[in-house]
């Protein structure tokens, strides 16, 4: 009967934790309102990236210069509206460049920057085709421990970020992040090297 009742605390603490203590703002958006879609999701990357060098053995090595260059132009973009979205919302709620509050209510502008908070979490989904392109040209290489960590880890802390969180100190990391990501993803456009 001990064992049960633990289980039992244990399953609605679970339930408190996810559906109580959410922010009610973005509790029901794709993606957020459950931990088991950014799972299972994750979980067929984690078995792509594992498997890889198995699932595209028979297939050529891919030329795909063209398909990388349209990716990162759309991530580049992506990025420069995020970034824009980050800034101007963070100017019209008075942000400053410090730790900021927390705003759950669901006025206009906290919803604008909980919106795209939401277009940044769900941008790290879109990063995960990155590794089935190298896949498909067979640069296995690039498919690292640190590489396959880093989309995983991201993705998990940012549904909590989107789930606890979405807005607040939070924006100010994913400006000065996407910054950086704008950086890279220009670099891959007009490198040929590196596509």
Known sequence: MLFTEWIQEVYTSYLTAIYEMADPRTA?????????????????????????????????????????????????????????E??????LLNYTLTCQSMEYDSSALPMR??????????????????????????????????????????????WLGMKYLAGGTCKNKLAYKNLLELKQHLFACFLPKLC
């Open 28 to 84: 029901e958006w794709l993606l957020v309102k459950s931990p088991l879609y950014p799972s299972l999701i994750l979980l067929c990357y984690v078995y792509f990236c594992v498997n890889s060098r198995t699932l595209t053995a028979r297939m050529p090595a891919y030329k795909l210069r063209p398909v990388l260059i349209l990716y990162n132009l759309f991530m580049v973009i992506l990025s420069s509206y995020m970034v824009v």
């Open 113 to 158: 920057m909980a919106r795209v908070c939401w277009l940044y979490y769900f941008s790290k989904y879109l990063e995960l085709f990155e590794t089935v392109l190298f896949a498909l040209r067979k640069k296995y290489n690039q498919i690292t421990f640190l590489h396959v960590y880093h989309h995983c880890s991201i993705i998990f802390f940012w």
């Open 86 to 91: 980050f800034f101007l919302t963070a100017y």
